[in-house]
């Protein structure tokens, strides 16, 4: 190993902290679709038509009447922010169904659009759950690799 003079380790890291920066915008994208689609699985519990009683039981996702909901469940674009990277995995705005009801932007708002169980975007936080546990580690070693190349 070479002899370790001043500005080496901050040099290092610098290089360290640029190559995360990259390789967490990577991994971000495969990750956000991930949940896009668990999202769209979970709002899929089901289908009835339109004021008949659902198939989906409390706490769970809704069932599909339309699909409107499910397709306007999307990702924007990755922004890096700081020092890292955001995307939001969500309903997409301005999507209606074709009944004439609330836009799917405002769904999982009870009061607005008759969800039953209470619960607030009841397919978005298992999705989230389930990406992390099961299809993050994945992605995190395609992104990464299993080793950090050197960078002294």
Not at 87 to 100: M, N
């Amino acid at each position: 190993m070479p002899e370790l003079r001043p500005g080496m380790f901050t040099a290092a890291f610098s290089r360290l902290s640029a190559e995360g920066v990259v390789r967490g915008r990577i991994a971000l994208e495969p990750l956000a679709l991930a949940i896009e689609k668990q999202a769209k699985i979970n709002a899929s519990v089901g289908a009835h038509k339109r004021g008949t009683p659902t198939p989906a039981s409390p706490g769970t996702g809704p069932a599909v009447i339309s699909g409107t909901l499910r397709r306007s469940i999307t990702h924007s674009p990755s922004v890096q922010v700081g020092t890292g990277w955001e995307t939001r995995v969500g309903t997409g705005a301005g999507i209606v169904p074709p009944y004439g009801r609330t836009p799917a932007s405002r769904y999982g708002l009870a009061l607005e659009t008759g969800l039953r169980n209470g619960a607030v975007y009841p397919f978005l936080g298992p999705a989230f759950t389930f990406a992390v546990r099961f299809a993050a580690p994945a992605i995190y070693r395609a992104a990464y690799g299993d080793g950090w190349k050197r960078v002294i």
